[in-house]
């Protein structure tokens, strides 16, 4: 099928570090994006990764790649309140030059 | 720089009216488009995207239409809305390689 699959919910304290997973589905796919949703608004391109790559680290974030066994995982550093929000994980596919997300992951920062 | 326009913010409809919702791109050509729905705040669900003008690929039979009248014009349509119609309706433009870039969102509520 098509599912992109990630955790529902996760909630951290401030200071400490996210981890949000996510499980692709096509293992041809060149492109995983990271979303970003704050309330009401639309949806905010945070990081992307090459399929070529293992890892990509982009200030406060880190994307691992784990294309064995389709697995993708945004870390947040030092996690704020601001960054409370929907992340969703994304997968270009081959065909149709369409992007497959998954349901989002909410996160909770505590202070 | 590439933007993207969607409009109206918010619009709340009886059941059995018409809807158009409009998104326009600037600052680019021949950019592939896409409608998605997003209901009760979480998945992103696909709903049309196009690869060129006239050109109209639908990913889940329902009660909506699209159309593209000119290169950077997407339109999403409804002849009679019904209550399922409701939601949060993205549009985005989509990079080849590096994501898509979301409009601010239509909140739609059918009454």
């Known amino acids: 099928g098509e599912d992109v699959e990630q955790s529902l919910f996760l909630s951290v304290r401030e200071g400490d570090s996210s981890v949000i997973n996510c499980t692709y589905t096509d293992s041809s796919s060149t492109y995983l994006y990271w979303y970003k949703q704050e309330p009401g608004a639309g949806l905010q391109l945070l990081t992307y990764i090459f399929s070529n790559m293992d890892m990509k680290q982009d200030q406060r974030l880190t994307v691992l790649l784990n294309k064995k066994d389709k697995h993708l995982s945004l870390r947040i550093a030092d996690t704020q309140t601001g960054d409370s929000a929907i992340y969703f994980c994304?997968?270009?596919?081959?065909?149709?030059?369409?992007?497959?997300f998954g349901a989002g992951t909410i996160l909770r920062v505590k202070s | 720089s590439q933007t993207i326009h969607q409009w109206p913010a918010t619009l709340v409809q009886p059941v059995g009216s018409p809807l158009s919702l409009e998104c326009t791109v600037e600052g680019t050509s021949n950019p592939n488009l896409y409608w998605y729905r997003q209901a009760a705040g979480r998945g992103l669900q696909l709903l049309f995207y196009?690869?060129?003008?006239?050109?109209i690929s639908s990913e889940v039979p329902q009660n909506l239409s699209a159309s593209r009248p000119q290169d950077r014009q997407f339109i999403l349509s409804s002849k009679k809305l019904l209550l399922s119609d409701s939601g949060f309706y993205l549009c985005?433009?989509?990079?080849?390689?590096?994501?898509?870039?979301f409009g601010s969102g239509t909140r739609l509520t059918v009454v």
């Open positions: 985005a433009w989509g990079s080849t390689n590096y994501g898509y870039t």
């Open positions: 994304a997968e270009k596919k081959v065909y149709g030059n369409k992007l497959v």
């Open positions: 196009s690869v060129g003008i006239g050109q």
